[in-house]
C-alpha cells in the first residue's frame, strides 16, 4: 500500500522565492496535517484538515504561510516570499479518525537560502 | 510552558541497559497518547499508544499517569537498533483532533 507521499522530497530556493510543497495522503483517512520540524523548535503543527476542511491553522507562522485541500487526495502548503527561517523539515501526515496513529510522508527538506 | 515535556537526553547506555523515558502534558482534558519513534533523517513512525491501564509489546512498557499527567516509556535489555529519539505524542480526543509532539528524547546504545 501507498504511504502518504511528499514532493519535492528537497528544495533549495533563494530568499524571496515562493515555494510550494505537496502531500498525498493514504487513501481513506480523512485527516491531513501540516507540521514543521527544526533543531530549535522540535516538530509544530502548522494547520490541520478534517475531511477536506481547515480545522486549526494557529500554528501558521504567518500569511506568508497558507495550505489548501482542495479534494481529499491532495494538499498544498504555499510559503511566499520564503525567508531562510523557514528552512526546515515539513511533514505531512494523515489519519483515519480512529485509531489516532498519524502516517507521515518522508517530509520536504527546504533550504532557503 | 510546552504542552508536552520530555527530557531530551542524550541518553547513552550500554547494550542489554533498561532505560526509562518520561514526558508530562499539560492539558488535563487530552484523550490519547502515544510513542513515536524518529531515526535521524526520517520520518516518525509509531511505537506504541499508551493505555491507562499500561501495556506492553516485547521489551517495551508504556504506562499513563492520568492524575499526574505524566507518561513513561520503559526499554528493557536495549539493542544497538534501538538507537533513535523518542517522541511522546498527545491527541486532544480519541477521533479528530490535533496531536502534539514533545521534542523527543534521543537514546544511543553503545555495543
Known amino acids: 500500500d501507498a504511504g502518504v507521499i511528499q514532493s519535492p522530497r528537497h528544495e533549495v530556493t533563494e530568499m524571496g522565492q515562493e515555494v510550494t510543497l505537496r502531500c498525498k495522503p493514504i487513501?481513506?483517512?480523512?485527516?491531513l496535517f501540516w507540521y514543521r520540524q527544526t533543531m530549535m523548535r522540535g516538530l509544530e503543527l502548522l494547520i490541520y484538515?478534517?475531511?477536506?476542511?481547515?480545522?486549526?491553522d494557529s500554528g501558521m507562522p504567518e500569511d506568508r504561510f497558507s495550505a489548501k485541500m482542495p479534494n481529499a487526495s491532495f494538499s498544498t502548503l504555499k510559503i511566499q516570499p520564503s525567508e531562510p527561517r523557514d528552512s526546515a523539515v515539513y511533514f505531512c501526515?494523515?489519519?483515519?479518525?480512529?485509531?489516532?496513529?498519524?502516517?507521515f510522508g518522508e517530509g520536504s527538506r527546504l533550504t532557503v537560502l | 510552558r510546552k504542552e508536552v515535556e520530555q527530557d531530551p537526553g542524550p541518553f547513552n547506555v550500554p547494550e542489554g541497559a533498561t532505560v526509562a523515558f518520561n514526558c508530562t502534558y499539560s492539558n488535563s482534558a487530552s484523550q490519547s497518547f502515544f510513542w513515536y519513534r524518529q531515526d535521524c533523517r526520517k520520518e516518525p513512525k509509531l511505537l506504541m499508544s499508551v493505555y491507562s491501564s499500561g501495556n506492553e509489546d516485547g521489551r517495551f512498557t508504556a504506562q499513563l499517569n492520568r492524575a499526574s499527567q505524566y507518561i513513561s516509556l520503559l526499554i528493557r535489555d536495549s539493542k544497538l537498533s534501538d538507537s533513535a529519539t523518542y517522541l511522546c505524542v498527545v491527541k486532544e480526543n480519541t477521533n479528530a483532533g490535533k496531536s502534539t509532539f514533545g521534542d523527543g528524547t534521543t537514546l544511543t546504545v553503545k555495543p
Open positions: 484538515f478534517n475531511n477536506n476542511v481547515p480545522i486549526d
Open positions: 501526515a494523515s489519519s483515519d479518525g480512529y485509531t489516532g496513529e498519524l502516517f
Open positions: 487513501s481513506g483517512h480523512n485527516s
